[in-house]
């Protein structure tokens, strides 16, 4: 199993693939990549998103959410994400996932925002993409309002953002409660990070952020 690994794969062989371990992987263009470890405030922020996802879901089944499920985005490439919620009940055919999350931590960041976010940006049935610091108090919000149109909105601090897909707010406190971040001044709208917080210093606080028009 191991020297099949080395191989490329398309998707339909890597569902089938086992290597016999609890390690988990994604297929890259055909390569099979192992996820990356999670800290433990990246466990901590996940759990959170799943709470409060699940429950501005209630009674609306079967939209449901669910824990690092698989999204295909072709023949050879499929990624794993955080949290996501998937417009109809489990079946053995392809999710159809309307917002995905993914927990930005270092060994990942670069990799999620770089190569999986354009291939979230391209499903035609995705609404909502949320991609949420680990290691600071921020969250970037993509939200689809055409068919080939999302915005995309920066949120830091104790900001609040609003959720067109789950009819809430959704307040970055909740998201980050007891991940061991450093809360923002009060009346602050801008979070010092961990670095600040380090040296007794606080930066002065910025606007919530800013958003723009994408086009995938």
């Given at each position: 199993?191991?020297?099949?690994?080395?191989?490329?794969?398309?998707?339909?062989?890597?569902?089938?693939?086992?290597?016999?371990?609890?390690?988990?992987?994604?297929?890259?263009?055909?390569?099979?990549?192992?996820?990356?470890?999670?800290?433990?405030?990246?466990?901590?922020?996940?759990?959170?998103?799943?709470?409060?996802?699940?429950?501005?879901?209630?009674?609306?089944?079967?939209?449901?959410?669910?824990?690092?499920?698989?999204?295909?985005?072709?023949?050879?490439?499929?990624?794993?994400t955080d949290f996501a919620v998937n417009a109809r009940l489990t079946t053995r055919e392809p999710a159809e996932l309307i917002l995905i999350v993914e927990v930005?931590?270092?060994?990942?960041?670069?990799?999620?925002?770089?190569?999986k976010l354009p291939d979230y940006i391209a499903l035609p049935y995705l609404r909502e993409i949320w991609m949420v610091d680990a290691e600071?108090?921020?969250?970037?919000?993509?939200?689809?309002?055409?068919?080939?149109?999302?915005?995309?909105?920066?949120?830091?601090?104790?900001?609040?953002?609003?959720?067109?897909?789950?009819?809430?707010?959704?307040?970055?406190?909740?998201?980050?409660?007891?991940?061991?971040?450093?809360?923002?001044?009060?009346?602050?709208?801008?979070?010092?990070?961990?670095?600040?917080?380090?040296?007794?210093?606080?930066?002065?606080?910025?606007?919530?952020?800013?958003?723009?028009?994408?086009?995938?």
């Open positions: 199993m191991a020297d099949q690994a080395l191989k490329l794969m398309t998707v339909d062989e890597f569902l089938t693939w086992d290597d016999g371990t609890d390690t988990r992987y994604e297929l890259d263009a055909g390569v099979v990549s192992p996820v990356a470890n999670q800290s433990n405030a990246h466990g901590t922020i996940k759990g959170a998103l799943c709470g409060l996802i699940g429950n501005a879901l209630r009674g609306r089944s079967p939209i449901h959410g669910e824990v690092s499920p698989v999204v295909r985005i072709n023949h050879n490439t499929m990624w794993m930005l931590s270092a060994p990942s960041r670069t990799h999620d925002l770089g190569r600071r108090r921020w969250v970037q919000v993509w939200t689809r309002i055409g068919d080939a149109v999302f915005t995309v909105a920066t949120i830091m601090g104790n900001a609040v953002f609003e959720s067109p897909l789950l009819n809430s707010l959704v307040e970055l406190d909740d998201i980050y409660a007891n991940s061991g971040l450093c809360p923002p001044l009060t009346g602050s709208v801008h979070a010092p990070s961990p670095a600040w917080c380090r040296r007794g210093r606080w930066p002065r606080p910025e606007p919530r952020g800013s958003s723009r028009e994408c086009r995938p």
